[in-house]
């Protein structure tokens, strides 16, 4: 069974601050997806990584695919109190269609 | 920006009931999913469907699941006899190809309250 673990589960910072959220696996994936939920709403797709040690970059949020392809990190700098929210990342397996996801790190960016 | 929508946003229904939840994926699409969440719990897949089939499925996808695209744009997963454990919140998604590092955009999903 493929797990992926994201850490930390909850975080709360200052805003201007930096920060980073981890997704791991024992694992290797084809890609990671990174998805940002709001309450109510569906996972919306922030980016998708598929090479090994690919770096994405989205305006102040960084994402990493490890090199080995079984983690991926995001980090963002100077957080703003939009940033707030729950960040999802989702594993695919070659060959397979389903995504595998992690249970999530909700952030919360206080001004 | 084109979206999937899924209805009914809330549903309620008595346990042994069968309940229908509806999806309009993204008109290009070939590939359509079906997730769960459980208040509290991680997004869980069901079940992928592609050219009229399943292509796959999880455990959770047992014989009280079927899906259906009755038409051209609708999507629909069906639960036969619901249960108590069936509430959750429901996602469909939908992608333009299955290979796995092809994004997967998601609906705002349907809450199910099995009562």
């Not at chain 2, 047992?62 to 069936?86: A, M, Y």
Request: glycine share 8%; with cysteine; net charge neutral.
């Amino acid at each position: 069974t493929q797990l992926l673990e994201q850490s930390p589960q909850f975080l709360s910072i200052q805003e201007g601050e930096n920060l980073t959220v981890y997704c791991n696996s024992s694992s290797v994936f084809s890609s990671l997806q990174w998805y940002r939920q709001e309450p109510g709403e569906g996972p919306v797709l922030l980016v998708t990584v598929v090479t090994g040690g690919e770096v994405k970059k989205l305006k102040r949020l960084t994402f990493q695919f490890g090199d080995a392809r079984k983690d991926s990190s995001l980090h963002i700098t100077a957080a703003q109190p939009g940033d707030t929210g729950l960040y999802l990342c989702a594993g695919a397996s070659r060959g397979a269609q389903k995504l595998v996801f992690g249970q999530g790190t909700r952030l919360t960016i206080n001004p | 920006e084109p979206e999937v929508t899924q209805t009914p946003s809330h549903q309620v229904t008595q346990m042994g009931q069968e309940v229908i939840l509806r999806c309009v994926p993204i008109s290009n699409h070939l590939y359509f999913y079906w997730y769960r969440q459980i208040l509290g719990q991680k997004v869980e897949f069901l079940v992928s469907f592609y050219n009229n089939e399943i292509s796959e499925k999880s455990e959770i996808f047992d014989d009280q699941f079927s899906v259906e695209r009755p038409d051209g744009s609708n999507f629909t997963l069906k639960i036969r006899s619901t249960k108590l454990e069936d509430s959750a919140m429901y996602f469909c998604a939908s992608s333009r190809q299955g290979r796995g590092n092809q994004p997967q955009h998601f609906g705002d999903g349907t809450r199910l309250s099995i009562l």
